[in-house]
């Protein structure tokens, strides 16, 4: 029965880290599953839990580095281009709903996510930077460093979570 648990784990803990390149929170829905896991399955293994607690503090600890490492490059970003707050929550909205129409829009799995998510912090920031009054030149820099950030916090988050996806499956198949 542990091999049941831990291929569901292991699966869904996958789908959790597709939701990253959107900009959802799969590293955090997988540090969570693993965690109802563990709390499921303590004693699953002798007497030994499953999942054990270096484990989970392992997780937590990327999941924790995925974030600051997207915030930090957003930011970075953003601050090199010259951006604004308006520009940073024009960015902000721009990505989440770029990546939901990238994944439908261009037919790439994960690529077009990526892409979408991009370009629409990109768009976003630019769109709310021209609404705020600044110039079309400023607007335009703004949006390229929020979208040139994005990408690189996103690509930090992906690899935090696949860290993640990697130590949660190899804890539960070989505890």
């Known amino acids: 029965m542990m091999h049941v648990w831990a291929a569901l784990l292991t699966v869904a803990n996958a789908g959790w880290l597709l939701l990253v390149v959107i900009g959802l929170p799969g590293n955090w829905l997988m540090v969570l599953g693993t965690l109802a896991v563990a709390w499921w399955q303590w004693d699953a293994v002798g007497g030994r839990p499953m999942i054990d607690v270096p484990v989970l503090v392992t997780i937590v600890t990327l999941a924790l580095l995925g974030e600051i490492s997207e915030f930090l490059a ?34 790439v799995p994960v690529l077009g996510s990526l892409a979408g998510t991009c370009i629409g912090a990109a768009v976003g920031a630019w769109g709310l930077e021209l609404s705020g009054g600044r110039s079309l030149r400023a607007a335009a820099c703004s949006g390229a460093g929020a979208g040139v950030g ?11 979570g696949v860290a993640i996806w990697v130590v949660t499956a190899i804890a539960a198949f070989w505890p």
Not at 78 to 86: D, E, K, P, Q, V
Not at 150 to 160: D, H, I, W
Request: net charge positive; glycine share 24%.
């Open 74 to 107: 957003g930011v970075a970003g953003s601050t090199a281009a010259g951006g604004t707050r308006r520009g940073a929550v024009g960015a902000l909205v721009g990505a989440l709903v770029g990546g939901i129409v990238g994944t439908f829009v261009i037919p």
């Open 150 to 160: 994005r990408f690189v916090g996103t690509l930090a988050k992906l690899v935090a």
